[in-house]
Each structure stands twice: as structure tokens, then as C-alpha cells.
């Protein structure tokens, strides 16, 4: 059995994890407590890690029952085949979320344009300007030093 990344509906994350437990598929949807603001008041909520997606351990030829449950688009690919997460990625994701030293937890995409500081190497403590961002690299403006830094990324996978 493998650990597949099912891509669902926006906001409907937490209910297709519940329709498909009570199917009998064991079913992982990370969740992180956030607090929502209203103009009245203050909330602790639990949302989904990953936006818009779920992963279900099944064997390859069960793989089609999780299309009859609503909200299921497709599943992940990854080279032309489905993506499987090992079991220990699963894992490490969990003891991270249950990690009582990790306190805010957020995912964000690196957007042209966002601003970041440099917290290691050569280049620590500068500010830099996320100008392009590729599939394998990232090309950074660090205006303090009149300079453009192309950076491989590296597989953490």
C-alpha cells in the first residue's frame, strides 16, 4: 500500500477526509489551529497544512473508489505516474505538527516581488527581493550589494 496526494476541491479538504474514513481508506489531512479574527471576536480554527490536498494509503488497483466521494478531482502526478509519499515523510510531517516547540506554523509560495531576509551563508542578515522563481531555481535581488543571485533549489523530498 501506498501513501498517494488526492488534489480536492478548495475548502473541502476536511470533508473528504471524513467521507473517505468512513469508506474504510485510511486517510491523512494535516491540520494546523490558526486564529480568525472577526470584528467581534477572536477563534481558534483547525485548517487544512495543504491547500487543496489529502493523502489516502491504498494498493494501486483500489485507487478509483476515491472518485465517488464529492470534492475528489484527480490525484497528484509526478513524472506521468501517480506521486507516492513514503511513509516516513508522512510521519515526519506528523511529529512536526505534534512538536509542542512548534508554535505558528505557516506554507507559503515564494512570490516575485515578496521581500526576505537571508538567515545563513555569505549573504546572512541582507535583504533580498524574490525577482523570478523557476521550477529548480530562484533569482534573488539583494539591493544592499547591487546584486542578483541565481540559487539552485534543492530537492527536500
Known sequence: MNWYVLYVKPKSE???A??????GVEVYCPLVKEIRKWSDRKKTVESPLFKSYVFVRLKDRERQMVFGVHGVVRYLFWLGKPAIVK????RAIEQWLNDDAVEN??????????ELY????I???HKAI??????????LIIPGLGMVLNAKIRDVV
Open 14 to 16: 476536511k470533508k473528504v
Open 18 to 23: 471524513e467521507t473517505l474514513r468512513t469508506m
Open 87 to 90: 511513509d516516513e515523510e508522512i
Open 105 to 114: 506554523i505557516t506554507l507559503t509560495k515564494l512570490i516575485p516581488g515578496d
Open 118 to 121: 537571508l538567515k545563513n551563508g
Open 123 to 125: 549573504l546572512k542578515d
Open 130 to 139: 524574490i525577482h523570478e522563481v523557476g521550477k529548480k531555481r530562484i533569482r
